[in-house]
């Protein structure tokens, strides 16, 4: 046994560990068929039983067995440890390079026995895809059938796509499905299932840096303000800094002096810019956020005449993601670009209360330890630390800092020179799309080559390129955050990447072409005969069978839902692919020595990020499975991180021991201050989430009752009409209410009247003109429905003289449009109501207590308002 339990959690695992190792014994020696039968009798005995534990071993000894049949890799221990720990719903802490993909098809084939289905939830579209191809071998193998969900995909795929047993997607495609599915008007819209188990990949990126914002999905809004933002980005070039306003970058905010307001209402000729008929505080401050917080090539970018952000911790470009209340279109009027409209919120959901609806949640990480409190409070989720398959080599070294960006910059390209020359790949980290820029040109000048990965798009696409190359001989990537998550840099290359390219190009060119040229594959008989046999044969077959390449396309760029016709050739195409790669894997081999001999891959930081995490995923980029590597990091002292979070004490310090420019400073009393710098920027982004996440939670007990009744609605074909239904719920409320309050008995006659006509007031009229003695209540009741239902009767014979399935949509659509209306009209209202209770001070009260309260009535007045709106809406109708 390896020295697996230094740490006493996993001792318990030993045993069973034992157990799949001692099953493994026995399923080595049955053939193919009999492994997947094995399998058919697992889940027939679930069936029985319906209990997981106690076939895991057998399912896990099966998994590992599928894999070293298809992939050829077989689960270390450890990696057992790690499947197991993600079954507990726990989180696996596994460095980076030990393989959490693989990890992960453990637990995903024991769950997707109960056919409920399994998700894992990756970060972006390129790993679900990679994945879901690596992986997916060893589901087919089982008899499992996978999906994937990109962001290309069509309703229709989406749902065949989700009922897989295994599916892999984005976090971004699934939040945005699930609130999609809560707008749908007809259950073929619904795409996902009820939610069963879920892995997500790199946890802690997505349930704590993207949790940082909600997933928000809207519609455009006619907004007439547009002007507005343009006055507004001229108004504030009247302004001049620390005079009129002063700009607080640690709390990104801008502070707006008494001379300040009296300029800008000058120039808008305006006397109050908090009227509230004409607002125009909100414009103004965000032009002066637009100009002085954000910048472009750092927190956006402009493409095709529009701003798009760039996601802080992945360096990725949100193209959905709108900055909300107006920040967006001041950012426009700034770049000068057209101004699309504001967009109204038609659903939204924070990550946390999403992930929160799986009844098993779990995930894995190289990074989870250090959040771990917020994993517990927040998920209820424990992190355990699996040790490493082998011990890790890498040695960061300790930072560096230069007096300022200039000595730093050059000093890191000087570097990046030398280290070259000794041709050792080298991976340089960017915290911005406008630095790897920067930095690109300075070794162009140093004639020095280089690949860059930023979120431009011309780059992106060629993303699944440059990582592969990353870790080859004389290699410089520059890259920003982009590349820290997910992406395996092997040294002397990555060989199921360059396959995967290849045997894409091969099949693209020989479609294009139609007839399919033997010179295109003359020059893979110099790699390797049988490639090139193997490639003879698969050539021959398609002439022969004219079957479309486009099958096997399909096949290698991802798994869509195949015919029984194709499906040998997919079989063929992986034994190829393995074959290939095989030959790669042994060409590269050679290169991955030779790298190993001179340190491996060499990662350079250019400043530390806000989150130590962060850092650590970049340094995890080298030393992958116990190679060499190092890491080390290039700071400044007006680095934004040391000019905010320093501290003066700090500044004083190391200007006097830096003699002279060009030699840095290397203590431990500075990496101490750099660590406190980060815990602290760290605990406050920890008090957003936790705000609103708090704030969320109301909303989300509020959304769940929303979107419960809605989708009864969705699912109820044939039903009573609603209109009769919603008009008799009206008239309840009035009648138990008419004794209460005469205001409000006026107010219900007026709404009945709208709704239901004259007729129906004057008989309320009638009777409220007679005295109580004269009737008594349950008369009035029994007199009122009858009369209601007359009235309706009469509405709906005029109505059904268009045929009863006219009716039935009419309603139906109707009901939908009301539901959804109101609820996005209480979305705005919720939005309003916590800025008003965040910003407003309310003496001792403490303003959660304060919004509870007030979200509470305005949910429970929701249904009221619903009822009045629909028949309002029915009774209107006018069919012609
Ligand atoms: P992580 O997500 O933990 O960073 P990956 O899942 O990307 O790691 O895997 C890193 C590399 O390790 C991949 O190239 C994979 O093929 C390899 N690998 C994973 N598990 C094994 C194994 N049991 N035996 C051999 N290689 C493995
Ligand atoms: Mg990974």
Redesign the pocket.
């Known amino acids: 046994m390896l020295k697996l339990f230094s740490n006493p959690n996993l001792k318990k695992y030993q045993e069973i560990i034992s157990e799949i190792n001692t099953l493994e014994e026995n399923l080595k020696t049955l053939n193919d068929n009999e492994l997947r039968r094995e399998n058919e009798m697992i889940k027939h005995e679930f069936k029985k039983e319906q209990n997981l534990s106690n076939l895991l071993p057998r399912s896990f000894a099966l998994t590992r067995e599928a894999s070293k049949r298809t992939l050829g890799?077989?689960?270390?221990d450890v990696?057992i440890i790690g499947g197991l720990v993600l079954n507990e719903k726990k989180i696996a802490e596994?460095k980076?390079?030990?393989?959490?993909?693989?990890v992960a098809t453990l637990p995903a084939v024991l769950n997707a026995i109960s056919g409920k289905g399994v998700h894992i939830v990756t970060v972006n579209d390129y790993l679900a895809k990679r994945d879901q191809l690596s992986m997916g071998q060893i589901y087919r193998f089982l008899s499992f059938n996978t999906g994937l969900i990109n962001e290309n995909s069509t309703t229709l795929e989406r749902k065949k796509n989700y009922n897989a047993d295994i599916t892999y997607v984005t976090n971004h495609e699934l939040s945005f499905d699930f609130l999609r599915d809560n707008i749908a008007t007809e259950i073929e819209q619904i795409v996902l299932r009820p939610f069963n188990y879920c892995i997500i990949d790199e946890i802690d990126s997505i349930l704590i840096d993207e949790a940082q914002t909600p997933v928000i999905l809207t519609e455009n809004n006619q907004d007439l303000s547009i002007q507005k933002y343009i006055i507004a980005e001229e108004a504030i070039k009247y302004l001049t800094l620390n005079k009129h306003y002063e700009i607080d970058e640690k709390n990104q905010n801008i502070i707006l002096n008494e001379t300040g307001y009296k300029v800008v209402e000058q120039a808008i000729k305006r006397d109050n810019l908090y009227d509230v008929r004409d607002p125009w505080i909100a414009y103004i401050m965000n032009a002066l956020k637009a100009n002085h917080l954000y910048y472009k090539d750092i927190h956006y970018i402009i493409q095709n005449n529009r701003i798009i952000s760039v996601d802080e911790f992945t360096g990725r470009l949100m193209i959905d993601r709108r900055w909300g209340d107006g920040l967006h279109q001041a950012l426009e009027a700034k770049e000068n670009i057209p101004i699309r409209p504001s967009s109204q919120t038609v659903a939204s959901i924070s990550y946390q209360n999403f992930f929160l609806m799986y009844p098993k949640l779990t995930g894995m990480t190289?990074t989870g330890k250090t959040a771990e409190v917020e994993f517990e409070k927040i998920y209820d989720l424990k992190v355990e630390i699996i040790p490493p398959y082998r011990t890790n080599k890498r040695i960061d070294l300790p930072d560096l800092i230069y007096k300022n960006q200039f000595t730093k910059w050059t000093a890191i390209t000087q570097f990046c020179r030398k280290i070259f020359l000794t041709n050792q790949p080298i991976l340089v980290g960017t915290k911005t799309v406008e630095k790897s820029e920067m930095l690109g040109q300075l070794l162009k000048e140093f004639k020095l080559p280089y690949q860059l990965l930023n979120a431009k798009p011309e780059n992106v696409r060629r993303e699944a390129e440059i990582i592969a190359q990353a870790g080859k001989l004389k290699t410089i990537t520059i890259s920003t955050n982009m590349a820290g998550r997910?992406t395996?840099i092997?040294l002397g290359g990555n060989s199921?990447s360059k396959v995967q390219k290849e045997l894409y190009n091969f099949l693209t060119i020989s479609r294009k072409s139609k007839k399919i040229s033997k010179n295109l594959i003359i020059q893979y008989k110099d790699i390797s005969q049988q490639l090139y046999n193997c490639l003879i044969i698969l050539l021959t077959d398609l002439e022969f069978l004219k079957l479309p390449s486009i099958y096997l396309l399909q096949t290698v760029q991802q798994n869509s839902q195949r015919s029984i016709s194709s499906l040998y050739y997919e079989r063929y195409i992986q034994l190829m692919f393995n074959k290939w790669n095989k030959y790669y894997y042994k060409h590269y081999k050679q290169e991955n020595s030779i790298i190993k001999n001179i340190g491996g891959l060499y990662v350079i930081g250019t400043e530390r990020n806000d989150s130590l995490r962060v850092d650590n995923q970049l340094r995890g980029r080298c030393g992958?499975?116990g190679d060499p590597g190092k890491s080390l990091f290039f700071l400044s002292l007006d680095d934004t991180l040391l000019r905010l979070f320093g501290g003066t004490k700090f500044q004083t310090f190391v200007k006097t021991q830096l003699e002279e420019d060009e030699i840095p400073l290397q203590s431990t009393f500075l990496a101490k201050t750099l660590n406190k710098a980060q815990k602290q920027i760290e605990e406050r982004a920890y008090t957003t989430r936790k705000t609103l996440f708090d704030y969320d939670q109301i909303l989300n007990q509020q959304r769940t009752i929303a979107y419960f009744e809605r989708n009864e609605m969705v699912n109820q074909s044939s039903h009573k009409s609603l209109a009769f239904t919603y008009g008799e719920q009206v008239l309840k409320t009035y009648l138990n209410k008419m004794q209460e309050n005469s205001y409000f008995i006026e107010y219900t006659i007026n709404i009945l009247e709208e709704i239901f006509g004259k007729e129906l007031e004057l008989k309320i009229f009638h009777l409220m003109s007679l005295t109580t003695e004269e009737f008594d209540l349950t008369e009035i009741k029994c007199y009122f429905v009858h009369e209601f239902w007359l009235i309706c009767q009469k509405k709906f014979n005029e109505i059904l003289l268009y045929g009863n399935d006219i009716f039935k949509n009419i309603e139906r659509e109707q009901t939908f449009r009301g539901i959804d209306q109101i609820w996005k009209e209480h979305l705005d209202k919720i939005i309003l109501l916590r800025n008003a209770v965040i910003w407003q001070s309310y003496g001792q009260k403490n303003p959660l207590t304060e919004y509870k309260r007030q979200a509470y009535e305005t949910f429970s007045n929701r249904k009221e308002i619903f009822l009045y709106y629909t028949l309002y809406i029915l009774f209107k109708t006018n069919l012609e």
Do not use: A, N, P, V
């Open positions: 890799l077989r689960h270390f990696q596994m980076t390079g030990e393989g959490k993909t693989l190289g997910g395996d092997i199921f992958r499975q």
